[in-house]
């Protein structure tokens, strides 16, 4: 079929827009594809450069930049980009999202537009979701950037401040979403303009767009920080560990919730020398008490957190592996390192943070691509005004989808998954199972011993590790069990990473994709089914789930099945099939209004940022604080400049306002999560909207941070007088934290304050009919 029928059989996807013009510009580029051929590099290099003035808006200039840009891919990696590729290039060009399906060259066009994009004079940044994947994606494409005559660098964790901001200089970086988020972070406590690595957001390309977008975008990151020897609070643990279920405590049906009983209580009150638990003056054993038996009974090691290296580290449940950087809110930490003996690692406090989607809409052109973001285009439009050009697979898809395998419990469940992991074994088909933890890798693992199959299991483990194992999950017979994100951005070739035995994995019907349950969203489902099939090889997926799963009993509580089940356990049963889709999409809509609401109050705290950030700048990088304090302590001011220099005053003035600055936000932000949760539990019992209720103080709490911190800046200023070694700042109470570090925040384990408050929309969208 043409490229053109083929489009347009994409073309009118609801929720996509159209692709006719951009298909027009590929065609107009294939009819330049001899004559640019014919070009020396250097011409090619001049040619692409020539283009610049043109701001690479016509779409004649279009054009001939992917013409150019084609012949230079060919030349500097060996690849071609196909028709479809450069339609997804021209999609990212327009600042839009491309849907483009796993292996089909999503890092070829992305690095090509991205030239485009620098081209037009914009920086760009290719924000990926980790590491390993910025610094894959920037070496693989150096030579093509180098030929289009475009400057590239990438930054990861590791990098330097130094080798930050030359990155950042490059016309196009390639960095996690998380560093660049970090970055801004500390750019806006720099204390003098030199270290702020940062230059002015241009263009946002992001790859994996709907996990970074809608999975992610309410992750706050975190820059924290502490003083020295901040103290620990006492832990619980021990107490903790002795308190017996049903009698001295209560969980929840869904176990996301503790509580202890008058019993537990009074238990607790003895172990601690009779105290009374619920006096005002004990509010923080309460607390201290509560969280420990949160991490005893909540918290699972192995499906929570592993331990490593003396220390505790989050599984993140939607891509089953560590999560690097991750921590718990402090208190809960705490709560489980003390539960696991280990050395408690440091608490501090919340200098600033910055949410995924807040970060993202800072760049004034914003554009991404992803297997999978149809599924999500009301969000993308509505969180970050994104549109969705849905770009066909190079060769059609012939991948078989099979329909679900339904099960009464997890047990048949799991009999069913070995069975068909051995039957395509023995016929030497390569099998990739996506569980939904990685205590569900470690359970089926040991099964498939058992069977006698020898699977490669993949979890916890670095990106660049997961990356080469995955890589080789085409292999004849390989049998990889993975949890549903593990080694993403790595292709698997049929037949192995180097591609020798396709024919014969080909033969056998080409990989084989298995779910062990559905996830939170069929989107993701859709992720793990990606996976095979690709780039038009042959290959299969299908779902097993059972009413016995957590989705099921989670969001579909009130629904039952009473019909026939099989023998094996399984169930044909439409109604029982309806339940398990209807438990998915009532977890979407859950998730969707999470979204939502976290984004209302984060986008409040966002604007009162941006504000004060803005009185902020006019201390760092103008005579705003020398000024302030002239005027407001003029004696004072006058003396300190006969004692020493008008230049010491000033700086020393700058130092202290931006102290006190960043003090004010730091407090601010620890005012509005308590107001929030203080907010929360009042409205509740009222009929209250809490949002309504939490601006009403948040706003005019905002409104006077400015004044509040310039007015402790001129305390501190009057308190400040000359040492030995000049103005004496640390006398007069301005330090700053010793030591910072950056971390983000996990999902609270427990459900956020919105998770939880939406749990009851769950029962309220359950009980809609069908
Ligand atoms: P995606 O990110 O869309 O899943 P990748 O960018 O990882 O896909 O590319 C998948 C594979 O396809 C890689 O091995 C890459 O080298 C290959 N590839 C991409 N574009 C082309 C092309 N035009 N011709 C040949 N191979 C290509
Ligand atoms: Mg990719």
Known sequence: MALRDRLRRFAQKPGSADTGPLRRVVDAAGAREDDVRELTDAALTDAVAALRDGGLTSDADLAEFCALGREAAHRALGERPFDVQLVGVLALLSGRVAEMATGEGKTLAGALAAAGHALRGRRVHVLSVNDYLARRDAAWMAPLHALLGVTSGWVTQESTPDERRAAYGADVTYAPVSEVGFDLLRDRLATSPGAVVLPEPGVALVDEADSVLVDE?????????????????????DLARRLRPGRDYTTDEDARNVQLTSDGARAVERALGGIDLYAADNLGTLTGVNLALHAEVLLHRDVDYIVRDGEVKLISESRGRV???QRWPDGLQAAVEAKEALEASPGGEILDLVTVQEL??????????????????????????????????????????????????????????????????????????????????????????????????????????????????????????????AGRGTDIRLGGPDGSAHDAVADAGGLLVIGTGHYHSSRLDDQLRGRAGRQGDPGGSVFLASLEDDLITRYAPEES????????????????????????????????EIH??????????????????????????????????????????????????????????????????????????????????????????????????????????????????????????????????????????VQRPTATWTYIVHDNPFGTLDDRAFRGLVTLLTTRRR
């Not at 569980?435 to 699977?455: C, F, H, N």
């Not at 089940?565 to 979407?588: L, M, Y």
């Not at 006019?618 to 004072?636: C, F, I, N, Q, V």
């Not at 010491?648 to 932000?669: C, G, K, N, P, T």
Request: hydrophobic share 40%; with cysteine.
């Open 217 to 237: 975008a309410m992750v706050p990151l975190i820059l924290a920080g502490a003083a020295d020897g901040a103290a620990a609070a006492p832990s619980h643990a």
């Open 323 to 325: 999560a690097l950087l």
């Open 360 to 485: 993202i809409n800072r760049y004034p052109v914003r554009c991404g691509m992803t297997g999978t973001a149809l599924a999500v285009a009301g969000q993308l439009r509505e969180f970050y005004e994104l549109d969705i050009v849905v770009v066909p697979p190079n060769r059609p898809r012939v991948r078989e989808d099979r329909p679900d395998l339904l099960y009464a419990t997890v047990a048949d469940k799991e009999t069913a998954v070995v069975e068909l992991i051995d039957e395509a074994h023995r016929a030497n088909r390569p099998v990739l199972v996506g569980t939904l933890d990685v205590a569900a890798s470690e359970r089926l693992a040991t099964r498939l011993r058992r069977a006698g199959l020898d699977p490669v299991v993949l979890n916890a483990k670095n990106d660049a590790e997961e990356a080469s194992i995955i890589a080789g999950a085409g292999a004849p017979g390989t049998v990889t069990v993975s949890t549903q994100m």
């Open 561 to 592: 099945y009473g019909g026939t089940v099989a023998d094996d356990g399984s169930i044909t049963d439409k109604n029982a099939h309806w339940i398990a889709g209807h438990a998915q999409r009532v977890a979407e809509g859950v998730d969707l």
């Open 596 to 733: 939502r609401n976290t984004w209302r109050y984060n986008h409040l705290i966002g604007l009162q940022r941006g504000a004060f950030l803005k009185d902020r700048a006019k201390a760092l990088t103008g005579s705003h604080a020398d000024d302030l304090l002239r005027e407001r302590a003029k004696d004072h001011h006058a003396h300190l400049v006969g004692e020493t220099s008008a230049e010491e005053v000033a700086e020393a003035s700058r130092q202290i306002v931006l102290y006190h600055f960043d003090r004010a936000w730091s407090d601010h932000l620890a005012y509005l999560t308590d107001l929030r949760e203080g907010i929360h539990l009042r409205s509740l019992g009222r009929g209250l909207d809490p949002l309504v209720e939490f601006n009403r103080e948040a706003v005019p709490a905002g409104k006077r941070l400015t004044e509040e911190a310039r007015t402790s800046a001129v305390e501190t200023f009057n308190s400040l007088e000359p040492g030995p070694d000049g103005l004496d700042l640390a006398s007069a109470g």
